[in-house]
Structure formats: structure tokens, C-alpha cells
């Protein structure tokens, strides 16, 4: 599976992180979006691209989770996503593009895979007004935009298709730079959570456990090597426990870690999710099994 990057200018060192967290900041910073109820903030595991077409238990859960919306929770004005499948260098991005174009990111699928089309709207007036208040980390320049170059990866058409199939919310995607330490990932989240009183659903898209390399596709869901549940279960632990913080520290696990990511980008946004999310809110587990024994769907919704 091929993932692309932007590559961006470097920004000058030795900031500070600026960005917006009060509900009074994002009011000014905002004035795109309009003030609203709190929206949840959601971490899907995405897994194998098929689950956008497949009629499984996971497409279905997040069709279910969709029909939530206006009913359970307010419609979203926006929704930003934070795929696994968008890696930048040099900072943080966010789509600025009108029409944000479908990326098929993969390759060996069937052809009804590669058919697909989201037409969900982009929203670049919002999206410059995010990417000023919520500042690089280090450096406190304003996160890039990009109005050319990405769109909507399948880490976030695949999941966005089956929750709001008509289309007609508009989506941002937040690209994110690969080379920057977890705890960065976690204080770019923490810059996003003012959004949640402005209407803006926040979603992350990958995987808890997520190692390609030795997926037994035979596997049933209950079954998974055993430092894939073990890792699931430490992270699931600090999650339903409010220990978001030390969702950063993962790499501590050390082997159990290089086997669950042998590389990181599908656990990043997990990272940004958990920012955004107030420790004493409750997490709301669903799909907690496995695919192909070595990628994790379990996914959360808070609020």
C-alpha cells in the first residue's frame, strides 16, 4: 500500500506552541464555523480498504454511528479528519482545496474499490482559519495549507462513505509530519479541541495495532498473535482510564510496540483524537477485535 507526502518549507525553531484552546479564542478565530453543543471526537480503526464496500460488522458500525448524528449528537458543520495516510514533512497541514480530489492510496484491489468517489465538499475558509489559530508545534507558525496537492485518502473516504453518505458535509484532512516526536502528534490534538464547540466533528482514522507484515488473512476476529492483544489491551486500558497523556509514550513498550507498528502512522492519529478529548470524558468502545490477526479495530467515540 503506497502512502504520498507533501513536503513543505521549514519553519524557524525555538517558538513557542501558541494556538487557540479557549472556547473565548476559537469565538474570534472561528468565524467560519458557528458555535454549537460539544461534538464527540472519534478514532475509527479503519483497516483493509475493502471494509468501504464490504458488507462486514465494521462498515456496518459506522453506518450505525452515522445515523447518530441528529439524532444523538448535532449534524456536524465540518468534519476534520486526520488519516494515517497523509505524511508530511516540515509541519502540519491542512487541505485549503474547494474540491479536495479522491485518492485510491492502494493497489491490488478489485476495481469496484477504485471506482469509488466521495464528492463531499472542501471548506477553505475554515481551513485558513484553523490553520491560524492552531500553531506548529516548537516553531508556533501557523499549520500549512494545501490547495493543490492531497484530497481524501481512503483512511478517510472509507469510513466518511458509510457515516454520511450523502456527501454533503464538508471534510478538511489534517496531514501530518511523520518526523516530529508522539507527544507533538498529541499537542497538535490538544490545539484542536476548542473546534468541538464550533461544530466540527473530529476524526481519527487507523489502527491501534497495525503490522502488515505477517497478516494471517484466514484469521478470524477473535484471534490475533499475542503481543497484538497485548498491546490493544494496554492502550485500551489507558484510554478507558482518562491516561491519555501516556498514549504519547508507547514506544516504551518496547518490543510489543516495534511488533504492533513496526511503523507508526496508523497509531499518530490516535494521538491527535486523544488531544482533542477532555481525560475525564468516557470512552465509548466498539469493533474491539481484530483483522488479519495483526491490525486492531477497536474504536472509540467520546462525548
Not at 57 to 76: D, I
Not at 93 to 108: C, E, K, N, Q, S
Not at 239 to 267: C, I, V, W
Request: aromatic residues 10%.
Amino acid at each position: 500500500m503506497r502512502r504520498r507526502s507533501v513536503v513543505g518549507a521549514g519553519f524557524v525553531a525555538g517558538g513557542t506552541m501558541l494556538g487557540i484552546t479557549s472556547l473565548a479564542g476559537a469565538a474570534e478565530a472561528f468565524g467560519a464555523l458557528k458555535k454549537s453543543p460539544r461534538m464527540p471526537v472519534i478514532f475509527v480503526g479503519h483497516g483493509s480498504p475493502m471494509n468501504a464496500i464490504g458488507d462486514n460488522a465494521y462498515r456496518r458500525s459506522w453506518q450505525s454511528l452515522g445515523a447518530e448524528f441528529g439524532t444523538r449528537y448535532p449534524k456536524p458543520q465540518l468534519i476534520l479528519c486526520v488519516s494515517a495516510h497523509w505524511l508530511t514533512r516540515g509541519g502540519w497541514y491542512l487541505t485549503g482545496m474547494a474540491r479536495p480530489r479522491m485518492i485510491h492510496d492502494f493497489g491490488g484491489f478489485p476495481q469496484a474499490l477504485f471506482d469509488q468517489q466521495y464528492p463531499a465538499p472542501g471548506a477553505p475558509e475554515a481551513a485558513a482559519q484553523i490553520a491560524q489559530a492552531v500553531r506548529q508545534p516548537l516553531s508556533g507558525a501557523p499549520l500549512s495549507l494545501d490547495t493543490s496537492e492531497w484530497g481524501f485518502d481512503h483512511g478517510t473516504w472509507s469510513v466518511l462513505k458509510p457515516m454520511f453518505p450523502r456527501a454533503d458535509i464538508p471534510v478538511i484532512q489534517l496531514g501530518m509530519d511523520y518526523a516530529r516526536p508522539p507527544a507533538q502528534h498529541y499537542q497538535v490534538g490538544q490545539q484542536l479541541r476548542a473546534l468541538r464547540e464550533r461544530g466540527v466533528l473530529i476524526v481519527g482514522s487507523g489502527n491501534i495495532v497495525h503490522n502488515l507484515r505477517v497478516t494471517r488473512r484466514d484469521a478470524a476476529p477473535d484471534q490475533a498473535y499475542d503481543w497484538a492483544i497485548e498491546f490493544d489491551r494496554v492502550v485500551a486500558d489507558q484510554l478507558a482510564n482518562g491516561r491519555l497523556k501516556e498514549l504519547s509514550e508507547f514506544r516504551n513498550l518496547g518490543s510489543m510496540a516495534a511488533q504492533a507498528h513496526p511503523t507508526h502512522d496508523h497509531y499518530l492519529p490516535l494521538l491527535h483524537a486523544a488531544g482533542a478529548v477532555d481525560a475525564r470524558e468516557s470512552p465509548r468502545f466498539f469493533n474491539a477485535d481484530f483483522q488479519s490477526a495483526s491490525i486492531s479495530m477497536r474504536s472509540v467515540v467520546w462525548g
